[in-house]
């Protein structure tokens, strides 16, 4: 495998990016980036600034002060805030729920998309590939990956599977229902907002993760990898 290979990862929210990221990464020893990472870590700074999340005005002032460090091991991603591991404290209810909003400022757009093609040529000036998930990676942020994924999956499976996660880290029960809501408002922001809205790039490849479990979507990505590259 050409250890140059870029492979971008969109979709929307709980449709099993991360973990279908990881292991592909794992499978061909390359980095991983979380980009919703970073915006989540972005959304965390925001509101330790004591910045209101709707003030778009002040937001995109904060954009220039963002101080973002993804750590690219598959294994064991981390990411940190000025020095500060906020791993556990971006997949909170609080910065769940304004990261959206946070997300749709352009200036916040523009300073992390700096931040995640640095990320990707350093990846790849080291030798490595890299997989990178995200909303925009095939459309904005890499529109020369070598291969692009929209990974999708039915709602009522998105929320099922996100409500166990959060159910599993918090280890206190999650209702489907809400979880469902809470996914139903992100991606209705997310593919509605000007600056680079959720949608597949027009070469990308649309993995229906419904019926698959994990080992199955990795496996059919690690296969469209391999296939591009061959
Ligand atoms: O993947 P995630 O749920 O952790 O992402 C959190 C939010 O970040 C998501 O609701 C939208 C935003 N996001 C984005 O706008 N662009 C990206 N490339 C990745 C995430």
């Given at each position: 495998?050409?250890?140059?290979?870029?492979?971008?990862?969109?979709?929307?929210?709980?449709?099993?990016?991360?973990?279908?990221?990881?292991?592909?990464?794992?499978?061909?020893?390359?980095?991983?980036?979380?980009t919703g990472?970073m915006y989540r870590a972005a959304t965390?700074?925001i509101?330790?600034?004591?910045?209101?999340p709707?003030?778009s005005?002040?937001v995109?002032?904060?954009a220039?002060?963002?101080?973002?460090?993804?750590?690219?091991?598959?294994?064991?991603?981390?990411?940190?805030?000025?020095?500060?591991?906020?791993?556990?404290?971006?997949?909170?209810?609080?910065v769940?729920?304004a990261v959206s909003v946070v997300s749709a400022v352009p200036e916040i757009r523009?300073a992390l998309v700096?931040?995640?093609?640095?990320?990707?040529?350093?990846?790849?000036?080291?030798?490595?590939?890299?997989?990178?998930?995200g909303r925009d990676?095939?459309?904005?942020?890499?529109?020369?990956?070598?291969?692009?994924?929209?990974?999708?999956?039915?709602?009522?499976?998105?929320?099922?599977?996100?409500?166990?996660?959060?159910?599993?880290?918090?280890?206190?029960?999650?209702?489907?229902?809400?979880?469902?809501?809470?996914?139903?408002?992100r991606?209705?922001i997310d593919?509605?907002r000007?600056a680079s809205p959720l949608?597949?790039?027009?070469?990308?490849?649309?993995?229906?993760?419904?019926?698959?479990?994990?080992?199955?979507?990795?496996?059919?990505?690690?296969?469209?990898?391999?296939?591009?590259?061959?």
């Amino acid at each position: 495998m050409d250890q140059q290979t870029v492979v971008a990862i969109d979709g929307p929210s709980g449709s099993g990016k991360s973990s279908v990221s990881r292991g592909t990464a794992e499978v061909f020893g390359f980095r991983y980036l979380d980009t919703g990472a970073m915006y989540r870590a972005a959304t965390w700074q925001i509101l330790a600034l004591g910045i209101d999340p709707s003030d778009s005005h002040a937001v995109a002032k904060a954009a220039e002060r963002l101080v973002i460090i993804s750590g690219t091991d598959p294994v064991s991603p981390t990411i940190s805030v000025d020095g500060t591991d906020v791993g556990v404290e971006i997949r909170g209810d609080t910065v769940t729920n304004a990261v959206s909003v946070v997300s749709a400022v352009p200036e916040i757009r523009a300073a992390l998309v700096v931040m995640q093609r640095n990320e990707v040529s350093a990846g790849l000036a080291a030798g490595k590939g890299i997989v990178v998930e995200g909303r925009d990676i095939g459309t904005v942020v890499l529109p020369d990956a070598n291969v692009k994924i929209f990974l999708t999956a039915d709602e009522a499976v998105r929320a099922r599977r996100r409500a166990l996660q959060d159910s599993e880290r918090e280890h206190v029960g999650r209702d489907d229902e809400a979880t469902a809501e809470s996914l139903r408002r992100r991606d209705q922001i997310d593919s509605q907002r000007k600056a680079s809205p959720l949608r597949p790039a027009d070469d990308a490849i649309e993995v229906d993760a419904t019926d698959l479990d994990l080992a199955q979507t990795i496996d059919a990505v690690v296969r469209l990898v391999e296939a591009a590259r061959a």
